[in-house]
C-alpha cells in the first residue's frame, strides 16, 4: 500500500491504470426513473442534510459538510488535480505491465467497518475517537483515509489501483494540517511465488522512482513506521529548504487483509 502521496500541503501511493474505474457515491446517485412520473419517489435529501442529521452521534459542523462533494481533485487544472495526473501518468508508465485502474469518485461517507476495522485499527485506536474522527451515526464516518476503501476494491477484484479522494480528520489548523485533505491510495498485489522481501523492494523502487518524478533531483530517505494494516511499515522523507519531510507512508499489506478480501498472493 502506497498511501498519501496527495496529503494536506504536499502529497499515500500504490498502482493498473489502463481504464478508469469511475465509481459513483450512493450518497448522489439520483433514483432510478419511474415509468410513471407521478409516482416517482421522493428525491434523496442533499448530502449537506445527511452529514448534518441529529443523530446523537454526529459531530459533523456545517462548515465541514458543506467541503463534501467539492471534489477539487477533479477540478480540471486545480494543483490536486495537475499533481493527481501526474501521479497517474508515471505510474501508469513504470508499471506498464500492471497499470493500476483509477479509482476517484468513491463517496467519503464510509462505515465504520471500512474505516477501521477492514483495516485491523483495533478498538481502542485513538483515530477512533470523537475527537479526532467525524461521525454521521454510530455506524458511518467520513473517511479519515483513502484506505477505507482498500478491502472493499480488493473483494471486487482489483489488485491494481490508485484511489483518490477528500479525507477528513479533527485537526487543529497549522501550516500542516487541515481538517478536510487529499489522499492518493496505491495497492498492487503480486502473484504466487513473489515473497514479503521482492514486494517491499519493488515498492520502495516505486515510490523513490515517483518522489524523483515530482520533486526532482532531491535527497530522500527511508524511515521506519507503524501502520495497523501494513507491515512492514514506512514513511518516506525528502530534504526540503534545510529540514526533512515527510510525503508519504507505505508497507506491505497484513495477510489478514488480503486473505479477508480473498486476494492470494503478497501486495503493496
Known sequence: MLSHVIKRA???VAPRIARNVHRSST???SPSPSPSPSHSPPPPPPLVDMLSSNSLDNN??????????????????HPLNIIKSSIESYLTSSLSNDPPSIVDSL?????????FDDLLIPP???SRSKSDTYYLSSTHCLRTHT?????GLLAAGETSFLCTGDVYRRDEIDRTHYPVFHQMEGVRVFGEGVGKEEVEKDLKKTLEGLAA???????MRWVDAY??????SAELEILYEGEWLEVLGCGVVQRAILDGAGVEGEGW
Open 147 to 151: 484506505s477505507a476503501h482498500q478491502s
Open 227 to 232: 501502520f495497523p494494516f501494513t507491515e512492514p
Open 60 to 77: 459533523i459542523p456545517p462548515g465541514i459538510a458543506s467541503r463534501v462533494g467539492t471534489n477539487l481533485h477533479l477540478v480540471r487544472n
Open 27 to 29: 450518497f448522489n446517485e
Open 124 to 126: 481502542e485506536h485513538v
Open 107 to 115: 463517496s467519503p461517507v464510509v462505515t465504520v467497518q471500512q474505516c
Open 213 to 219: 518524478h515530482l520533486f526532482g533531483d532531491c535527497e
Open 10 to 12: 504536499v502529497p499515500r
